[in-house]
């Protein structure tokens, strides 16, 4: 079985760089990343030795509220058509910048994205805020999901709680037709995510990031500490997605991590594969 990891940030990508001069200086700065950059055929050959037939890469739309992108909507799209059959892009939007709604018509039309990438704290906004409804209401018009950090963030000066899933719950609520992926599985609030998880058919999780451990640790914090594991095998195996967060980690330790969890077979398979071909109506 081959998989979907749905959380790259193409940062360190060498022809990302290329395009866009100032992006090492954003990404030293913004996710405190010290790896050296690569070029895509070694993201390429990571993804081979992971399992990963797809990635998805995220665009980071941080003009509004940093003066840069990490990177553009564009430099995604022009990774991605070096590898159509590897590689899938997220547009990312800010809704307080004037050309936001262009600039999603584009990617989504033009662009062929599959989905929408919304990071509050590096970007600045309140999930739930006015401006965010275009942006929810533009993503149940395209039919694609968005990618919505949720919980803990590192953004010094912006709350946690902003973040929180039970805050989230309002946009399920609003707009029961959007697809929502929270990211990072709602961490530390895993119990809540779940339970939004649970409750909204239109709520999904996402496992990306590792903030109490190695990957190995922290899945088993997520799947098997925070959470009796029969809720994800009965009741929501449908509703999470793989996500390494790469460069940040690596995305076969993060795969390595899933696969060991003590969960059923076919939930690690939903997890790994059927879910993200799903919610972002991919070619099986």
Known sequence: MKYIDVHVHPVLVQEALDMEPRLLEAARKVFNIGTAPQPLSILLKLMDNAGVEKAVLLALDAKVSKGYTIPSNTTVY????????RLVGFASVNPKDSEALKELKTAIEDYGFKGIKIHPPIQGIDPLDRDMYKIYERAIEYDVPILLHSGFTWVYGYSIDTCNPVRL???AIHFPELKLILGHMGWPWVREAVALAMK????????????TGTPEEHMRHIFQECMPKRLFDRFIREKVIFGSDYPRIEIDKMVGALKDLDLEDMT????????????LKLSK
């Open 78 to 85: 022009k990774l991605v058509k070096k590898a159509e059959e």
């Open 200 to 211: 909204y058919p239109n709520v999904f999780l996402e496992t990306s990031n590792v903030y």
């Open 169 to 171: 719950e309002k946009i």
């Open 268 to 279: 690690k398979e939903k997890i790994l594969r059927e879910n993200a071909l799903n919610i």
